[in-house]
């Protein structure tokens, strides 16, 4: 099963949310893993929920972000979460500007009252992460970034600057996997496979990014695991660096 070959293979960061299925996700996690090894980090979210048509429904109150927490707590079989990230929902497909103190005051209540060890943010613009700093620590920021979708260069090189993680959803592209002439060009003088050459890429982008590609198959597991030994050479840098202005 995906998630134990992932922890034995010396994985110890999982993403998720107890809005994925929801509860599922957290489920298949908790009989797959529990009782957790100590140095395994659970990151999760809250501040969403799913429609009955499985939209995506901002889930802001005090009384909805306390219930998300009991909801991971209770389907993880935890009694405090590593790390939560309110995942902020302006726009529900990308950072927008909005303030978050009320939100984030109750996750640090939350904090406060033992249930949450660490907060992170999640579709976060560079004010939002300076406004979250002034209510509680920020140890992650988790946005929308890969080979392909580079909106937050600025802000990963600040964040990294400020020992702060950036976790990039999507690193693969998400629903619709990275496809793209140059990084098959620069996969095919590698031996090596696309996928694990856009990984490689993220690893060698900064030094606080964190990498949480998903997948349903055991086979891209061991893929994208053997991605964290790829050495990208200088030229393959620069040409997939070059991509960013072609998609823009
Ligand atoms: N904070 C947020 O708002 C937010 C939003 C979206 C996602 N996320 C998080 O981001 C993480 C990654 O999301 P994701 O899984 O949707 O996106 P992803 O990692 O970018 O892409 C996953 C897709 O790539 C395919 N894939 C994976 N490894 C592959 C390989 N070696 N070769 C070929 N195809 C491969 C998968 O198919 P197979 O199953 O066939 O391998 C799947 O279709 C998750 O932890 C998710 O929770 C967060």
Redesign the pocket.
């Known amino acids: 099963m995906a998630p134990r070959l992932a922890v034995a293979s010396g994985v110890n960061h999982i ?3 107890d809005f994925y299925g929801p509860h599922v996700t957290n489920q298949i996690i908790r009989e797959a893993l529990h009782p957790y090894r100590d140095d395994l980090v659970i990151v999760t ?1 809250v501040g969403a929920r799913r429609g009955p048509d499985g939209s995506w429904i901002p889930a802001f109150s005090r009384h909805e972000l306390t219930e998300a927490v009991h909801d991971n707590l209770r389907n993880l079989g935890l009694d405090v979460l590593d790390v939560v ?1 309110l ?1 902020i929902m302006f726009d529900v497909h990308g950072p927008a500007e909005g303030s978050i103190e009320a939100p984030l005051t109750v996750l640090a209540d939350l904090q406060r009252q033992g249930l949450v060890r660490h907060v992170g943010l ?2 976060a613009t560079s004010r939002q992460v300076a406004e979250g700093r002034g209510i509680t620590d920020i140890v992650c920021v ?1 946005n929308q970034y890969n080979l392909a979708h580079r909106a937050d260069d600025p802000l990963i090189d600040a964040l990294a600057r400020e020992g702060t993680a950036y976790v990039p ?6 629903f619709t ?1 990275l496809q793209s002439s140059t990084l098959s060009k620069v996969t095919e003088r590698l031996s090596a ?1 696309p ?1 694990q050459v856009a990984l490689a890429w993220l690893l060698h982008r900064a030094p606080n990014i964190l990498l ?6 055991l086979g ?1 597991l061991r ?2 695991l053997a991605a964290a030994s790829l050495v990208l050479p200088d030229e393959a840098i620069e040409e997939l660096n070059r991509m960013a202005d072609i998609a823009a």
């Open positions: 993403d998720t949310s979210k990230n995942r999640s579709n988790q959803f999507f690193p693969l592209g998400g996997p496979t996928m949480i590609p998903g997948t349903s198959s891209h893929e994208n």
